[in-house]
């Protein structure tokens, strides 16, 4: 983990970081929303259960009862697929940001620029119990209560860990801009 972490302190720039960014926004429009589209209803939330903090059974058989085999079908192979690579491309562009934000302090916070790999874990782990739920559904129109809470406690705990990585980021650009207002006053 320790050369993962260097790797990306010793790489990391602000061009970098920006280019990450434009590519996780081009895969976000370009490709993982026309994918989210063969499951979609018009005017129903939630577009997919991974956008919700947390969901019970009665969430997820509404969510699914409500669709078509086809749209289910697109569903597990939007996470199965398209989602999973769209945690790769946000785990790297978060990780390239705090690396390049929190470099002045990476003899001390170590591999402290890896923390959006967590999240990109628990989606992972989420994005594979709502396709084993959605698979399980298909054959006998029931859910497993195991996958759904599996799903929905790695879902929460993806929210989380992004909501403190936007937090860091944050407080990171704080500091850069506090670095770079005392260098100029010195």
């Not at 280019?19 to 063969?38: C, E, G, Q, R």
């Not at 499951?39 to 969901?55: A, N, Q, R, V, Y």
């Amino acid at each position: 983990m320790n050369k993962i972490s260097k790797f990306f302190y010793n790489k990391s720039s602000f061009i970098i970081a920006s280019l990450a960014t434009i590519v996780f926004l081009t895969y976000l429009i370009n490709v993982l929303d026309p994918k989210s589209a063969p499951f979609e209803i018009i005017d129903e939330m939630p577009k997919s259960l991974g956008t919700m903090f947390g969901f019970g059974e009665a969430e997820i058989l509404i969510y699914l009862s409500i669709r078509t085999n086809e749209m289910i079908q697109s569903y597990i192979n939007f996470n199965l697929i398209w989602d999973s690579l769209f945690g790769i491309l946000y785990g790297t562009m978060y990780t390239l940001w705090l690396s390049y934000l929190f470099k002045p302090f990476k003899k001390k916070l170590r591999i402290f620029n890896l923390t959006p790999f967590a999240q990109v874990l628990f989606d992972w782990i989420e994005n594979l119990n709502i396709a084993l739920i959605s698979y399980n559904y298909l054959k006998t129109e029931t859910i497993q209560p195991l996958y759904s809470q599996l799903a929905s406690y790695s879902n929460m705990i993806k929210w989380i860990i992004s909501l403190a990585v936007i937090l860091l980021i944050i407080i990171g650009l704080v500091l850069s801009i506090m670095r770079f207002i005392k260098k100029k006053l010195v």
